[in-house]
């Protein structure tokens, strides 16, 4: 079971660029890496997933390199309504998997104007 | 497009009352199912999730209960409720085998006093 560990809180400033890194010495070969964001009083919302390298959406990029034993969450140009709790988790996507699914704390987003 | 459905928004209950929580996905099927509670300032349990009607795996030890009795129907139960139940319950839906991409409802805020 890959365990993550992140920092707890984080402050920036609209319009910057932000990096979250995580960090999972013990992954998996076969366990990937995906990232939540988390506003007061609802539900997480699945921003990006990945395996190895670089992956890129609309909302974000994700950096994982060859060790696999850290990704960092990059999220472009920053606004107030970026902030909220951002979760790293790790893990086989299968069901088999589903006991191993664990949030932790993740890290708090502040952006200030 | 899929959507998930959770009810009610909130809800105060005294000590030893019993709780049904409901849950209901469209516009998807044979999804894997969850449940999760999320005390104050903390990170998202799992409690309960099911790959498919009648089953249920449960995760933390409890008075809790879950079913399924439909494909997209997801129940969370109690008989009698403690202090310590308090919190915000979330549903959320995954595709079968792809455990990591959740998609969350907009949670039931639980008080019991």
């Known amino acids: 079971l890959a365990k993550t560990t992140q920092p707890i809180s984080m402050d920036s400033y609209e319009g910057q660029e932000v990096n979250i890194t995580c960090s999972h010495n013990?992954?998996?070969?076969?366990?990937?890496i995906t990232w939540y964001q988390q506003f007061p009083s609802q539900g997480p919302r699945f921003i990006i997933q990945?395996?190895?390298t670089k992956v890129t959406n609309e909302v974000a990029s994700l950096f994982i390199p060859a060790d696999r034993k850290s990704s960092t969450l990059s999220l472009p140009r920053v606004s107030l309504s970026d902030t909220a709790v951002y979760y790293c988790?790790?893990?086989?996507?299968?069901?088999?998997?589903?006991?191993?699914?664990?949030f932790g704390s993740g890290t708090q987003l502040t952006v200030l104007p | 497009s899929q959507t998930i459905h959770q009810w009610p928004a909130t809800l105060v209950q005294p000590v030893g009352s019993p709780l049904s929580l409901e849950c209901t996905v469209e516009?998807?099927?044979?999804?894997?199912l969850y449940w999760y509670r999320q005390a104050a300032g903390r990170g998202l349990q799992l409690l309960f999730y099911?790959?498919?009607?009648?089953?249920i795996s449960s995760e933390v030890p409890q008075n809790l209960s879950a079913s399924r009795p439909q494909d997209r129907q997801f129940i969370l139960s109690s008989k009698k409720l403690l202090l310590s139940d308090s919190g915000f319950y979330l549903c959320?839906?995954?595709?079968?085998?792809?455990?990591?991409?959740?998609?969350f409802g907009p949670g039931t805020r639980l008080t019991v006093t």
């Open positions: 959320a839906w995954s595709p079968r085998d792809y455990i990591y991409e959740q998609y």
């Open positions: 013990n992954i998996a070969t076969n366990d990937y």
């Open positions: 990945g395996y190895k």
């Open positions: 988790l790790v893990g086989g996507i299968s069901s088999g998997s589903a006991r191993q699914l664990t």
């Open positions: 516009g998807t099927s044979n999804p894997n």
């Open positions: 099911s790959v498919g009607i009648g089953q």
